[in-house]
Structure formats: structure tokens, C-alpha cells
């Protein structure tokens, strides 16, 4: 009997399926890549009408008018259509004149409400002829590390430019240039360049989750943003006061999750509290027994979740009186003290 080689392909051969494999791969991917661009397209329909573009002016008065003037940029948002506007602190800090450029091209001179420079805030106003395209503001305390953040500004002057990555942080502590500790911050790898400062971070959504303050300079993929809570307590105070007058602590704290088992000892309402970083020496937390690594979960009649909610007792009508707090140290054991709040050196 002859012997004959039979070159027989079934659908499930390796070879086939492979093939199939592939192909099948290759059409998911594109059909993800889509829905990533689609997603991106469809924010910065929503965000970029309200991203404005803050042209600021300085001079010095003690000079000559042929004293050179120096002059500088960023990035804005509009957060009510009767024309308020957010951006960061230093970028309008000394301005002489600030003008507000809109995606349309209009132009208007705006006037600085007020700043907070401990959060790198600022809140300026327009008056303009027509109602502006206000943004929708998200909840920062339901962000995720890993999820799409999406940034839009004015680096170096090129007008509404995007940027988009993931939130790799949440709860970090950043110093500003002029040294003081801004806390809770966004870290995200979203890139930014000088003039995305003030310019929004937003979610997949297209609701704003953070306002873009600071880049690591000389690293890639390190960058920051208010978290849209802080940003809509102080604007709150701005609008009402022109200032953020505070209580004073002494400590520089972020949030940290609690472990399950002491969440359960101490029969806590929350599964978060601030984690004190450090404590000045002198200070109304020092001088109250705090320390570094304790971890505040009490204030007054308030329980402690977030740096947030530190931020929100220390008002001015805490300054001078004496709260209860109440810590864990080392996480087993919950004490109880008494802080008196000074007034804020900001």
C-alpha cells in the first residue's frame, strides 16, 4: 500500500487559530484605541470652552516709566457664567493688569478677587457682555489612582492644549516656591509645561476633578493638581471674604487609609484619618503632645477623615479656642488631647 501524506487543516489547528488569534487581537485593540480617543474627544468638547488663557502684567512702581515691564502666563477656568474665574495663585501673585483671552478670542481685563496662596489658589472675575461657558466640577474624594485624567492649558502660550494620562497619586503634600506645604495634591502623569498652570485636570466624564499647579522639574510623568474640593471651599471663602483667614496647627498631614482591624477596635465611623508628617516646633500641635507618625481622627465634634476636613475647622473662628483631638499613635492606642489653634501666619 502506497503511503501518502495528507496535508489536512482542522478550524481548531494551531495554525488557524493563531492566525484568528491575531486578527482578533488586532480588531479589539483598535476598537479600545477608538473608545480611548473618543473619550478624550468628547472632554475636550466639554472642558475646553471654559479653559481661558491669563496673560498678567507686573510692574515696579519705585522705577522710571521706561522701567522694563515683565510680563507672564497661564491657564484658567471658568467655574460660573457671570464670569468667575480659577487659576493658581502664582501666576497672578504681584500682577499690575491681568487679562483674560477666551478659546472664541475675546478678550476681557479681569479683576483678582482674592488669592490663597497656601493652596495656590486665585480667584479672578470678568465682566463680559454674554454668559460663559462654566465647567462642571467633579468630587475628588471618589477618584481612583489609575483612572484618566485629561489636561488642558496654555503651555508657553500655544493655546488650549491637551494632555492626557492616569492619576498615579492621591494624598500627596507639595511644597510651593515660596516654600509653604500645599497638601492632599493629585499626582498625575498628564504632562505639563510652564503655562498649564490654573488649567483644569478632568475626568473621562468631562467633569473637572483638579485644578494643574506644579511640574517636577528635570522628571517626566510627575505632575500636580488641586483636587477640586479644596478648590471649591476656598472659592467659597474667597467669594465671601476676598481671604482665607485659617486656624493654625503647626503640622503637615496627608490622608491615609485605617487598618481594618483598628477601624474595628476602636469602632471608628470612617476608614480614613490624617497621618501627621511632621509638627513645628513651638507650635499649638506641638505644644499640645502631637507627633510625627499620629494619626488624627478627631477635631472638636467633627470626625477626621481627610486633610479636606482639617482645612474646614480651622476657620477663623477656631483661632484662640480650644478643640478636643483625638489621635491613634503607633495604631494601638487612641488618646485624647486639647489644641488651641493659632492664627494662620498666611
Not at 506645604?181 to 483644569?200: H, Y
Request: aromatic fraction near 4%; include cysteine; hydrophobic fraction near 40%.
Amino acid at each position: 500500500m502506497d503511503q501518502r501524506d495528507f496535508d489536512i487543516s482542522f478550524p481548531d489547528s494551531p495554525a488557524i487559530s493563531e492566525g484568528s488569534g491575531k486578527a482578533a487581537q488586532a480588531e479589539t485593540d483598535e476598537r479600545l484605541l477608538d473608545v480611548y480617543s473618543q473619550t478624550v474627544i468628547d472632554v475636550v468638547k466639554q472642558v475646553g470652552p471654559s479653559v481661558v488663557h491669563v496673560h498678567v502684567r507686573h510692574g515696579d512702581a519705585t522705577r522710571t516709566q521706561s522701567a522694563r515691564r515683565s510680563e507672564g502666563t497661564g491657564s484658567g477656568l471658568v467655574v460660573t457664567p457671570d464670569g468667575y474665574i480659577v487659576t493658581n495663585s502664582h501666576v497672578v501673585e504681584n500682577a499690575t493688569s491681568v487679562q483674560i483671552s477666551l478659546p472664541d478670542g475675546s478678550s476681557f481685563q479681569a479683576e483678582t478677587i482674592g488669592q490663597d496662596k497656601a493652596t495656590d489658589l486665585a480667584l479672578l472675575k470678568v465682566s463680559p457682555t454674554a454668559n460663559l461657558p462654566a465647567a462642571r466640577l467633579g468630587n475628588s474624594d471618589q477618584l481612583q489612582v489609575g483612572q484618566i485624567a485629561i489636561a488642558i492649558g496654555n503651555p508657553y502660550g500655544f493655546q488650549n492644549t491637551v494632555t492626557a494620562g492616569v492619576i498615579s497619586a492621591l494624598g500627596r503634600s507639595l511644597r510651593s516656591r515660596t516654600g509653604r506645604l500645599i497638601e492632599n495634591v493629585i499626582q498625575t502623569d498628564a504632562a505639563l509645561n510652564p503655562g498649564n498652570s490654573g488649567g483644569p485636570l478632568a475626568d473621562s466624564n468631562g467633569r473637572v476633578i483638579g485644578i494643574n499647579t506644579a511640574i517636577i522639574q528635570h522628571a517626566q510623568g510627575i505632575c500636580f493638581a488641586i483636587p477640586v474640593n479644596t478648590v471649591r471651599w476656598v472659592v467659597t471663602l474667597l467669594l465671601r471674604e476676598g481671604k482665607v483667614t485659617r486656624g493654625f496647627l503647626g503640622i503637615s498631614g496627608q490622608t491615609v487609609p485605617l487598618p481594618a482591624r483598628v477601624v474595628r477596635h476602636f469602632l471608628l465611623p470612617q476608614e480614613t484619618g490624617v497621618y501627621v508628617v511632621q509638627v513645628a516646633e513651638g507650635s499649638p500641635a506641638d505644644s499640645a503632645g502631637l507627633k510625627e507618625g499620629d494619626v488624627i481622627i478627631r477635631l472638636g465634634d467633627n470626625a477626621i477623615a481627610t486633610v479636606d476636613d482639617v482645612h474646614r475647622l480651622l476657620t477663623k473662628e477656631t483661632t484662640g479656642k480650644k478643640l478636643a483631638v483625638v489621635l491613634l499613635r503607633d495604631w494601638t492606642q487612641r488618646l485624647e488631647a486639647s489644641v488651641v489653634p493659632g492664627r494662620s501666619p498666611d
